[in-house]
């Protein structure tokens, strides 16, 4: 099997291939736009091509494929995610949406409730290690940015997914699910617009995991004389059941039910030497969990969170680099009948400076974030980056920087018959040290980066025996090795005359978590993380409108089985429209991502796309 892999994985270099230079890749930033090899970190992006050519129906799914990225669900169709990087927790990572903080303060198991629609997405920025001098709040283990923008053109596009799985329902009982998604993109060259809608819906691949999910996005961007005004919405309403999420093992016949309402609007304006950029943003999410579905008088969790947001950053370039400055200000609310009614608000200040020395071959880039928060004080977090042109595309580049986390709601105060909070807990911090470099060579890009993490006070969710609820405590440290490579490949091979391979991406991650714990003996989440993690993606093209994909996962976690997880399409496509047929978890393979969840075992689906212009 590992030979097969390496066939479809590694390209044979004899062939004839197309030549062109991959195109620059930019990486927003939040207040200086840098390309993808000035950036004195490890940064991996998704383009708008690499996702169309993955067998994915969502963004659950899309992440998945992301080397060094650990994304662990809980079902298939989108039921709940946990999203982690470097070993780091569910809550160390920062998800934005066009640069728009989307975390949820009651707890990450809601920072994936997006509702993106997957044909909008331009490109995903994955930002790894610390970034708290750029970003801001709770960018402890690194940032996710998701770009999606309306397309250029007047278009229709409607898709239909059917998929079915092994499972281990009873043997009169069928598993099924399906998916049906639009989008209408429109206006002019000024103001263009788009709307999608999704919904998907299942019967479960195994007692109680049913699922009902829809969601609507909206997304514009107008330019005027004043400036260029956008504007984001969302909502998502997810039912679903939770057999094995949280509370196991009492929770075989558990429900939990999400809505998710997000409203944004942004700005940017150049004057000159100077760009200016804001936002201003809402997100409301309601949370239902009940323990038994069919009573749920004996226990049920209702609770809302509200976050409202504002952001103003500038950049001005100068001779020799760029100055940046920005300000931020958040506010998190909980309304619950199990944690209570809190109020908590952050102020920030950001500064970051990047200097081009040495014929602009030497680039120093530094930043601080300043954070002052009523609930935890003042923070002050600097970061240092370097980058070192040692020739034409061939970069060295060496980070430091610091960052911290706060404790989240369900942290602090939850109260439940398998779980209790902590209203003690102290925020998370740490140091990161990273060297690496990054070759860019035609259509070829290498990145390989080491890096060490020191971290204090990490938050994990313990006990001392079965019997005692879980209760998160502050460890005194944990100390993180870790080594990533990323291959990309975005080519033409001609293998023979009717068969192209399209592209090609590998990864390798490996981690090694060394902590000085509590003097508890059981962990929930500390001993989850990956140690080694390879991700591998291929896509060919054969008489000219066939088209296969094959992607190939391998994770072994410090303390559960190694698995290997392979992932098949092969499609038929024309100018307007296309079908095709999955066939995931083609192993069968047995594993858990996250809690007490078994995945499904092989499962296939078909679909088909249309687009009228």
Do not use: C
Request: aromatic share 12%; hydrophobic share 40%; no cysteine.
């Amino acid at each position: 099997m590992k030979r097969l892999l390496l066939v479809f994985l590694i390209p044979n270099f004899l062939y004839a291939q197309d030549t062109d230079s991959l195109p620059e890749v930019l990486i927003s930033g939040n207040r200086i736009e840098t390309s993808l090899m000035e950036e004195g970190r490890n940064v991996q992006v998704l383009t708008k091509k690499q996702i169309e050519a993955l067998p994915v129906q969502s963004v659950n799914e899309l992440l998945q494929h992301v080397a060094g990225l650990d994304f662990k669900q809980r079902g298939p169709w989108g039921a709940q995610a946990d999203v982690s990087l470097r070993g780091g927790s569910f809550d160390q990572t920062l998800i934005l949406l066009n640069g728009v903080k989307v975390n949820d303060p009651q707890t990450g198991h809601h920072n994936m409730n997006l509702g993106i629609d997957l044909n909008s997405i331009k490109q995903v920025e994955i930002i790894k290690g610390p970034a708290a001098a750029r970003y801001g709040l709770n960018a402890f283990n690194g940032v996710i940015n998701i770009i999606t923008e309306p397309n250029e053109t007047n278009k229709v596009d409607v898709h239909g997914t059917f998929g079915k799985a092994d499972g281990s329902m009873p043997s009169n009982s069928f598993y099924g699910g399906f998916q049906t998604r639009g989008g209408v993109h429109l206006g002019s060259k000024k103001s263009r617009h788009m709307v999608g809608v999704d919904h998907m819906q299942s019967t479960g691949y195994r007692p109680n995991t049913d699922l009902n999910k829809t969601s609507v996005f909206y997304q514009s961007t107008t330019k005027t004389k004043v400036g260029e005004i956008g504007a984001i919405g969302s909502f998502v309403q997810n039912r679903f059941g939770a057999s094995g999420f949280y509370a196991f093992p009492i929770d075989a016949t558990s429900e939990e039910e999400v809505k998710t309402i997000l409203g944004a609007l942004q700005y940017k304006k150049r004057f000159g030497a100077f760009m200016l950029n804001a936002n201003v943003y809402q997100r409301t999410n309601f949370d239902t969990y009940t323990l038994f579905r069919n009573a749920p008088e004996i226990f049920q969790n209702n609770h809302r969170t509200d976050v409202r947001g504002a952001e103003l950053h500038g950049a001005y370039n100068y001779a020799i680099g760029t100055f940046g400055v920005g300000l931020e200000f958040r506010q998190e609310a909980i309304n619950s009948n199990n944690l209570g009614q809190w109020v908590r608000n952050n102020a920030g200040v950001f500064a970051e400076n990047r200097l081009w020395m040495l014929d602009e071959k030497l680039g120093l880039n530094t930043g601080l974030y300043l954070n002052q928060s009523n609930a935890f004080g003042t923070q002050v977090l600097p970061s240092a980056e370097l980058t070192y042109e040692i020739m034409d595309d061939l970069v060295a580049f060496a980070s430091w920087g610091q960052s911290f986390r706060t404790p989240t709601f369900t942290d602090l105060y939850y109260v439940g018959p398998t779980n209790l909070g902590n209203p003690n807990l102290q925020p998370e911090t740490s140091n990161n040290f990273e060297i690496g470099g990054k070759l860019n060579v035609a259509n070829q890009f290498f990145q390989l980066s080491a890096f060490n993490q020191q971290s204090t006070d990490l938050i994990d969710w313990v006990r001392d025996s079965v019997t005692v609820p879980w209760q998160p405590q502050n460890y005194e440290a944990v100390s993180t090795l870790g080594v990533e490579f990323n291959y990309t490949l975005r080519l033409k091979y001609k293998i023979a005359e009717w068969i192209i391979l399209d592209q090609a991406n590998v990864g390798y991650t490996w981690l090694d978590m060394e902590s000085v714990a509590s003097d508890a003996s059981i962990s929930r989440y500390a001993l989850t993380n990956l140690n080694h993690q390879v991700v591998g993606q291929t896509s060919v093209s054969f008489l000219n409108d066939f088209k296969l994909s094959f992607t190939a996962r391998y994770l072994d976690r410090e303390t559960l089985v190694d698995y290997w997880l392979i992932d098949a399409r092969v499609g038929y496509a024309k100018e307007n429209y296309g079908v095709w047929f999955d066939v995931l978890n083609a192993l069968n393979t047995t594993y858990t991502e996250a809690g007490n969840a078994p995945m499904p075992g092989r499962w296939f689906r078909m679909g088909f796309d249309v687009v009228l212009d």
